[in-house]
């Protein structure tokens, strides 16, 4: 049997929009190749809605996800995979596809293509494309086992649309003894947004900000306005502006939204190596040779503390 799986990432039973995503771009791949398309689901969520988005059978593995356990969801992952004889995997690259899917790679000693923003199918096969050197050259991987494994960078394609009837659902069995790790603390992120790996708005500042205060009044009320999540530069980060995890660049988060307002941020490599694949870029900068203009889609050189309140007033007018 051959076929293409995605994993259909869920939140507490709601699919994340990774799964429709990939999904929609799994159903172009596989109707390509002549070949079904199958889906994922780890623990409890409505699987057989993702009929609607084209897999035509989903595997289920149930039992508690609900706390990461990296060997675990490997082998959950692993019976998905023997259990629909697949021979290509997609996932997105988020916490699980930087954590688990490298160790299911070396389980099945495949390959795997990370990170990726394009998959086409070439010679009866998928090819991968992920932007590398700091996004400054672009790669096609090809894997030449199966199953071949591609994670791909959220956001790197449209949803679909829904359409169609219900998925055949099918259990998979997981003989899983325990990992023997234990979990110590499980820690939630202050924050209620989006995470910024799947945020499909970014509004960022930088050190030009000068403090924490104004961080806090001038960048997040935007970010807010805009139903946004948070990033800044690691400049920001250090100067404890905002916190670790709101890090973007090659030393934070790679993230790939279809918006990203750059607020005071020079475009330093490190920094544009983690969101130059955003889709429209603005960037707000008072100097007109800083370095993030040649990448911005808009530009406005201008004080940040002039345009980026005026900027949030005009949005929160437009969406009351
Ligand atoms: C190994 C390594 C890893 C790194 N990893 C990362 C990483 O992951 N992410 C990251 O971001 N950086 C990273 N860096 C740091 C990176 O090189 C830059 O130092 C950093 O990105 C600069 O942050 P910035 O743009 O906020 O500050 P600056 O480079 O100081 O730029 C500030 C900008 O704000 C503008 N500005 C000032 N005042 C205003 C105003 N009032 N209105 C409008 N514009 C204004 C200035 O014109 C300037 O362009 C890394 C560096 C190294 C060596």
């Known amino acids: ?188 992120p202050e924050t209620t947004a989006v995470d910024l790996t799947e945020a499909e708005r970014i509004v960022s500042g930088g050190r030009s900000l000068k403090s924490k205060e104004s961080f806090d009044s001038v960048i997040r009320p935007l970010s807010d306005a805009l139903n946004a999540t948070t990033g800044a530069s690691r400049a920001a980060v250090d100067a404890h502006f905002a916190g670790h995890d709101e890090q973007v660049g090659e030393t934070g988060k790679t993230v790939n939204p279809v918006l990203y307002i750059a607020c005071g941020i020079s475009g330093q490599v490190q920094h544009l190596g983690g969101m130059r694949t955003s889709k429209v870029i603005v960037a707000i900068n008072k100097d007109p040779e800083a370095p993030i203009f040649k990448h911005a889609t808009y530009g406005i050189v201008d004080d940040l503390f002039d345009v980026v309140p005026a900027l949030t007033a005009e949005v929160k007018a437009a969406l009351s």
Request: hydrophobic letters at 45%; glycine letters at 14%; charged letters at 20%.
């Open 1 to 188: 049997m051959s076929g293409i799986l995605v994993l259909a990432a869920h939140a507490g039973g709601t699919f994340k929009r990774t799964a429709t995503e990939l999904l929609g771009k799994g159903k172009e791949l596989a109707d390509s190749l002549g070949v079904p398309l199958f889906a994922a689901v780890l623990g409890d969520a409505p699987a057989a809605d993702l009929g609607q988005f084209g897999a035509s059978k989903v595997f289920v593995v149930g039992g508690d996800f609900s706390s990461y356990d990296t060997l675990h969801v490997t082998a959950a992952l692993k019976a998905a995979v023997d259990a629909s004889g697949a021979t290509v995997l997609l996932a997105p690259s988020d916490f699980t596809g930087a954590d688990a899917m490298p160790r299911l790679t070396a389980r099945f000693r495949t390959g795997q293509a990370t990170e990726c923003t394009d998959l086409r199918v070439e010679g009866g096969r998928v090819v991968g494309r992920r932007p590398t050197n700091g996004g400054k050259v672009s790669a096609d991987v090809h894997v030449s086992k199966d199953p071949a494994i591609f994670t791909v960078r959220p956001s790197s394609f449209g949803q679909p649309a829904a359409g169609g009837g219900a998925a055949e659902v099918v259990a998979v069995a997981l003989d899983f003894a325990g990992s023997g790790l234990t979990l110590v603390e499980s820690r939630k």
